[in-house]
């Protein structure tokens, strides 16, 4: 079954109502003594925070009559914070439009004041604001923008929250690594700053990946956990949550009592708190309990109720619930023509929605059943196979999701052997001390014997001195071989986590290809019986609609069909040994080539991009002896990256920041040292140490394979050198190889 999701905004922490009361009381006596229209707008700002968690539609109106006052006075910055607490609140109503106007609006004045802490919750909100039409893969784009604002900002709740909301967002796709990630850079974060309402909010969550990958053992007591925090900060909301995905988890135990027991007091709670997405999945959910116990006047008129809710809401997913909620529950009475248009009027809320799971394709299983009952076998044929395509892309997250808990597993169980491999090796150290002092004693005594009974005694004393020996020689080896074993454990370690980035790496894009294959195929064939129908019977509207579907998914087959040609060439790049051949070569004339020509491909892949550039080289260095096309394209690798970082600031920063990149050479003794330098971001030292590790990369998905450094790592120890990183983040980067002449 499916499970909900807690979607948060950047205004975390929640308060109970009492509180919320007195805060914005508290907000009122200090608006009517400010002493500036400025500091009342702020004032007021703060207030909308605390309103929105008690009545959204009072929310929206004060934030509608503050723009209009920070208007009237040309206070961009209040306008622009005002529209973004606006966005969130249309997004929680299910108004994507007009939180989408007030985003765009916001972004023009932030750009122009360059207020960076605005900037980062504009694009939280951005992000939220797409996660809850379902359309992921864009909201992971702007919470990545938002983290990167928010780390150079150093404000750690705010990072709490992006970090939590993307890893909503893949726990949504299925991308349960990712998600698993993304929830423990949350839950740090909050314990670092003592958060214990974020801390909720991360249960709750945690919970529901339990009952994602079906381990409701650890997920039930997660709930309670989450509960139990949730009533004593007066979280209303986590309540909320947290007792709408018991009645999932009940229902897939087939207890229907407690489920409708939940799912209510969610439905309860979610009206107390404006939601109307969490009560019309609530009531839908306890509809369903009721039909289990074959209460089906009762379910149907609940069930109606949700549906009107779910059209308020006017969030996709919650549409098609309650609808085909109700489907299922009048199929259950065997009233298969009357599920019919439930079924059909559920799937078309999820059209313009990128969620397809196991829920939806049970629905569609059920749908053709339906037609069957009914006579329209042709109709049914075609919900089937939608079915079983789902069933199979299920399949596939399936094997990705045990992958993932092996993997987990394997990496406890590598700790246990590293911890037990340490405890031996210290077994042994302590043996081999233990012999040594045995070892000298028998030595003093043997030394006694000798002086005793003089030249023949001794000559057994060093035969017995060599045995020892021996047995000191059998010890150390013993214990270097516990060594290589532990070395041997490591290496295995890293061809796990290798193996298992390739294969999440590839996973992906070859299932957008195969999806999209089928799906073609399937309209091809409806364009042939188009047009074998004679008499001007087909229907060339219908044709040239589906064509335009064919064009589409076929430009979706070719950019994943790309992705994946990508990732296997630089997986080629990294296995393959070069063939190249050392020549003495100019190394001035190298880096300047390589420069120009990273710059002007940079040009022109982006025509607005602009960057000034910096050659410091040392005329006296000469022709050195090296592969120039290795060399070369370590080069390229280096600058590509630098024009990368200072473009994505040149974004963040707006019109204050000049993108600068720089190459320099200078002769060293017995070496030759490149320098690749820019005024970027910078990198986090909390991954400094993993750049040059495969796979690994800090650009968003699908924008770079993590193999680009790994590569130049390998080429330049090839030549006998070393390549390194200095940085400092928020300021820019500097990498620096050293190269034997």
Do not use: W
């Amino acid at each position: 079954m499916k499970y909900l999701m807690l979607c948060l905004l950047f205004f975390i922490c929640m308060t109970n109502t009492q509180a919320q009361t007195k805060k914005i009381d508290s907000l009122n006596r200090l608006i009517s003594k400010a002493t500036s229209d400025t500091q009342r707008i702020n004032l007021a700002i703060t207030k909308l925070k605390f309103l929105g968690e008690l009545d959204l539609d009072s929310a929206v109106a004060d934030a509608i009559s503050i723009i209009q006052e920070s208007k009237n006075i040309q206070y961009k910055k209040g306008e622009a914070k005002a529209r973004i607490n606006l966005a969130g609140n249309y997004c929680f109503k299910g108004e994507y439009a007009a939180a989408k106007e007030n985003l765009d609006i916001s972004k023009q004045i932030l750009s122009q004041i360059k207020d960076s802490a605005a900037l980062a919750k504009m694009y939280n909100v951005y992000g939220f604001m797409y996660a809850m039409q379902n359309k992921f893969d864009t909201s992971h784009g702007f919470y990545n923008k938002a983290i990167e604002i928010a780390r150079l900002q150093n404000d750690k709740t705010l990072q709490a929250t992006i970090y939590q909301n993307n890893a909503i967002a893949y726990q949504q796709q299925s991308n349960y690594p990712q998600a698993l990630l993304n929830y423990q850079k949350a839950l740090t974060v909050s314990e670092e700053i003592n958060d214990e309402e974020g801390e909720a909010y991360i249960y709750l969550n945690i919970a529901i990946t339990y009952a994602s990958i079906d381990d409701p053992a650890r997920a039930e007591p997660s709930y309670f956990k989450a509960l139990a925090i949730a009533k004593k900060l007066g979280l209303k909301n986590v309540e909320a949550y947290a007792y709408a995905n018991l009645a999932s988890l009940y229902s897939d135990q087939n207890k229907s009592k407690e489920q409708y027991d939940v799912a209510m007091k969610a439905a309860k709670l979610g009206k107390e708190t404006g939601d109307q997405g969490i009560e019309a999945s609530s009531l839908s959910r306890a509809a369903m309990a009721l039909a289990d116990q074959n209460k089906f006047e009762d379910a149907e008129k609940i069930n109606g109720q949700a549906m009107i809710i779910a059209d308020s809401s006017k969030q996709p997913y919650n549409t098609y619930q309650t609808r085909a909620n109700m489907g299922a529950i009048l199929k259950m009475e065997n009233n298969y023509s009357k599920a019919i248009p439930y079924y059909e009027k559920a799937f078309q809320s999820l059209t313009d929605a990128d969620l397809y799971d196991e829920e939806v394709g049970t629905s569609y299983s059920n749908l053709s059943e339906c037609y069957e009952k009914t006579g329209q076998y042709q109709k049914s044929l075609a919900a089937y196979k939608i079915s079983s395509k789902i069933s199979d892309s299920i399949r596939s997250r399936e094997n990705v999701k045990k992958a993932t808990e092996l993997t987990m597993n394997y990496e406890f169980e590598k700790k246990q052997q590293i911890a037990k491999d340490e405890q031996q090796k210290q077994n042994d150290l302590a043996k081999t001390k233990q012999t040594a002092l045995l070892i000298g004693l028998i030595l003093t005594f043997i030394l006694a014997i000798v002086a005793f009974n003089g030249f023949k005694n001794k000559r057994k004393a060093n035969l017995q001195l060599q045995q020892q020996k021996q047995k000191v020689e059998s010890a150390l080896s013993e214990l270097k071989s516990t060594q290589a074993q532990l070395i041997q454990s490591e290496k295995m370690a890293s061809l796990g986590e290798l193996t298992a980035g390739i294969a999440h790496e590839i996973q992906n894009p070859l299932n957008f290809v195969n999806n999209f294959s089928e799906i073609n195929k399937e309209l091809i064939e409806e364009i042939e019986d188009e047009r074998s129908k004679v008499n001007g019977e087909g229907d060339e509207e219908l044709e040239t609609e589906l064509l335009s579907d064919i064009k589409r998914n076929t430009e979706k087959i070719i950019h994943h069909g790309k992705r994946a040609d990508a990732i296997v060439k630089g997986m080629l790049q990294h296995s393959r040994k070069s063939e190249g051949t050392k020549e003495l070569t100019d190394i001035n004339v190298l880096c300047n080539e390589y420069l120009r020509l990273s710059y002007h491909g940079m040009r022109a892949k982006d025509k607005e991009f602009n960057a000034t550039i910096n050659t410091d080289f040392d005329k006296s260095i000469g022709n050195i002896n090296i592969v120039p096309q290795d060399i070369g394209r370590v080069l390229l690798n280096l600058i590509n990256n630098a024009f990368y970082a200072t473009n994505e600031k040149k974004k963040l920063m707006a019109n204050g920041y000049e993108p600068m990149a720089k190459i320099s050479t200078k002769r060293l003794n017995d070496t030759i040292e490149i320098r690749v330098e820019d005024n970027g971001n910078g990198i986090p030292a909390s991954v400094k140490g993993k750049i040059f590790q495969p796979f690994f990369t800090t650009k968003p998905t699908g924008e770079g394979t993590g193999l680009g450094l790994s590569l130049s790592y390998d080429i330049v120890k090839a030549h006998g050198g070393e390549i390194k990183v200095e940085s400092k983040e928020g300021e820019g980067s500097e990498f620096i190889i050293n190269l034997p002449i």
